[in-house]
């Protein structure tokens, strides 16, 4: 039988010694534990994530949206250069009966369309009533792919909003073709929707380093911008109140073996009129040897419409000169799927003619339709839907009929 020591008089029995212990320690515990706490509230907060809000308070100021009355209205985006002067985007605001521009915080302001060109897509504003704040024209040389890109723009309308992206690569067209604005652009990977277009692209110190043209439809969050130094290049012209338009020679070209040789040719095109036929070898154009079809396009890039090219062909051997006089790319009509498209105020084609019992008639398309998207991509001219419709593929048209949106499945 165990036999238990009696504990020395004035001595905790052990039980109770444990006990004490384990509540000094708690109490140790929960000291340490508030005094952390102090610490980390004295602490100034370390996010970590980026915050791009003092950007934005920064450099909205200088975004302005822009709205268009026309044959239909139309909203974009747009940004100051000066107190008086607003860059946005051509097809926004061509053909505009009244354009008004807003800042983030103010009143809608009246402004004339100043100059344009069709070669970037761009155009420059005036606000006679002044006090715009101007934003910071960069250079996107400066960026690298990867680079964090910001846009400020009017998307829906819905006033100014901020999109967060990266540079996805420099000199960048959007088609394949003459028939995209003529220059080399940005591509950024930024979420962007209609009513962007017109917007300034900032880098991370807050200049403006392109200006924001569309969006690549088949894409997701792949859009475009004309470099910021396109604009300046073109600044003085538009200052000058002149309203470039884009050549149209109406060819379609084959590289083959250095040779630029002639593939088609659209009916009734300053191509047509001026004699060329298919097989021909295009060997120099206003003076240039040409070896690829990218210099046929470059040659076109640095003229207007209404310009006289001389060329010289090679057919069958034999070599020849060829005076082509050029016409407006906006303006030139097109015949495709059964329908006559003239340009249309603004942008795109309207329907002015459908042969019975064609594609477009079997559609529902009619006579005075206008064209302003195709799968989605809006298309600035009747050469746009004459390309984006060869092929025969199904194709959605988005139109205005009678002032209103129509959607129609092109089969």
Same mark, same amino acid.
């Given at each position: 039988m165990a036999v238990t020591e009696p504990t020395p008089a004035g001595a905790e029995p052990p039980w109770q010694s444990r006990q004490a212990a384990l509540v000094v320690a708690l109490v140790a515990l929960v000291a340490a534990t508030m005094a952390l706490l102090v610490v980390r509230a004295e602490r100034p907060r370390e996010d970590p994530w980026p915050s791009y809000a003092d950007m934005f308070d920064r450099v909205s100021e200088g975004v302005v949206n822009v709205a268009v009355e026309a044959p239909d209205r139309r909203v974009g985006? #747009?940004?100051?250069?000066?107190?008086?002067?607003?860059?946005?985007?051509?097809?926004? *605001?061509?053909?505009? $009966?009244? $354009?008004? =521009?807003?800042?983030?915080?103010?009143?809608?302001?009246?402004?004339t369309v100043v100059g344009s060109d069709a070669r970037t897509d761009l155009?420059?504003?005036? =606000?006679?009533?002044?006090?715009?704040?101007?934003?910071?024209?960069?250079?996107?040389?400066?960026?690298?792919?990867?680079? $964090? *890109?910001?846009?400020?723009?009017?998307?829906?309308?819905? #006033?100014?909003t901020l999109s967060v992206g990266v540079l996805g690569q420099h000199q960048?067209?959007?088609?394949?073709s003459d028939r995209a604005p003529r220059v080399d652009f940005l591509q950024l990977s930024l979420p962007l929707n209609p009513g962007n277009s017109g917007g300034p692209v900032f880098d991370q110190r807050g200049d403006v380093v392109g200006v924001l043209s569309g969006t690549y439809a088949q894409g997701q969050g792949i859009a475009f911008a004309v470099p910021a130094e396109a604009l300046i290049e073109t600044l003085p012209a538009l200052?000058?109140? /002149?309203?470039?338009?884009?050549?149209?020679?109406?060819?379609?070209?084959? #590289?083959?073996? +250095?040779?630029?040789?002639?593939?088609?040719?659209?009916?009734?095109?300053?191509?047509d009129r001026a004699g060329l036929l298919p097989g021909d070898v295009l060997v120099s154009a206003a003076g240039r040897r040409l070896n690829r079809p990218l210099d046929l396009q470059e040659v076109l890039d640095g003229v207007s419409g209404r310009t006289e090219l001389e060329l010289d062909v090679s057919r069958d051997g034999e070599s020849r000169q060829v005076r082509a006089t050029l016409t407006d790319w906006a303006t030139a009509p097109v015949v495709v799927s059964g329908m006559i498209l003239n340009a249309?105020?603004?942008? +795109?084609?309207?329907? =002015?003619? =459908?042969?019975?019992?064609?594609?477009?008639?079997?559609?529902?398309?009619? /006579?005075?339709?206008?064209?302003?998207a195709v799968n989605g991509e809006p298309v600035r001219a009747p050469a746009d839907v004459k390309f984006r419709l060869t092929g025969g593929e199904a194709a959605q048209l988005d139109l205005v009929r009678d002032g209103r949106p129509t959607r129609l499945l092109l089969e």
């Open positions: 985006s #747009g940004f100051a250069i000066s107190q008086h002067e607003v860059v946005t985007a051509r097809h926004l *605001v061509q053909d505009a $009966t009244t $354009t008004l =521009v807003t800042p983030i915080s103010g009143w809608p302001m009246s402004a155009a420059l504003l005036r =606000v006679e009533a002044g006090g715009l704040r101007p934003a910071a024209l960069g250079s996107s040389h400066r960026l690298r792919v990867g680079d $964090t *890109v910001l846009a400020i723009g009017n998307p829906y309308g819905l #006033g100014h960048r067209r959007r088609l394949p200052r000058g109140g /002149k309203h470039v338009t884009r050549a149209f020679l109406g060819v379609t070209t084959h #590289g083959i073996a +250095g040779e630029v040789v002639i593939a088609s040719i659209i009916p009734s095109s300053p191509a249309a105020p603004g942008a +795109g084609g309207r329907v =002015v003619a =459908v042969r019975a019992g064609s594609r477009a008639d079997r559609s529902g398309v009619r /006579k005075g339709d206008v064209v302003r």
